[in-house]
């Protein structure tokens, strides 16, 4: 259970770092944030394999540069139902999750390589 919490603050703090970085990516406070983590999380769980499913002929074609295009869809989905957190533009479609995915492994290899406590359970 915590570590899902974590998982989740995790995820709602690379949003706000990507609502800083990226000026195309929008998130108006940070429990739009979180609502919008566990969206994300939801969406990636039960939408994303359908889609990565669906277009694995063109992910083939592609060499794989396809899955951008998916994770983008995934990521404005996301927005479309998450109050406070809009995604606008081709360019924020398209490097919104890719900056999300690498802030958010570098907070959670920090939080869980760090020699706290609280990231040892």
Same mark, same amino acid.
């Given at each position: 259970m915590l570590g899902y !919490? %974590?998982?989740l603050l995790g995820t709602a703090l690379s949003l706000l770092v990507v609502d800083i970085i990226f000026p195309g990516v929008n998130i108006a406070t940070f429990p739009a944030a979180l609502i919008a983590a566990v969206i994300i999380g939801l969406v990636n769980s039960f939408i994303k394999p359908i889609l990565s499913l669906l277009t694995l002929p063109l992910n083939l074609i592609t060499l794989g540069l @396809? #899955? %951008? =295009? =998916?994770? $983008?869809i995934c990521f404005w %989905?996301? #927005? %479309? !139902?998450a109050p $406070? !957190?809009? =995604? #606008? $533009? /081709?360019?924020? @479609?398209?490097f919104g999750p890719l900056i999300l995915s690498f802030v958010s492994s570098f907070l959670m290899n920090y939080t869980l390589n760090s020699?706290? /406590?609280?990231?040892?359970q």
């Open positions: !919490f %974590l998982t @396809f #899955s %951008l =295009v =998916v994770n $983008g %989905l996301a #927005s %479309l !139902f $406070g !957190f809009t =995604v #606008s $533009g /081709p360019l924020a @479609f398209i020699e706290t /406590p609280v990231a040892k």
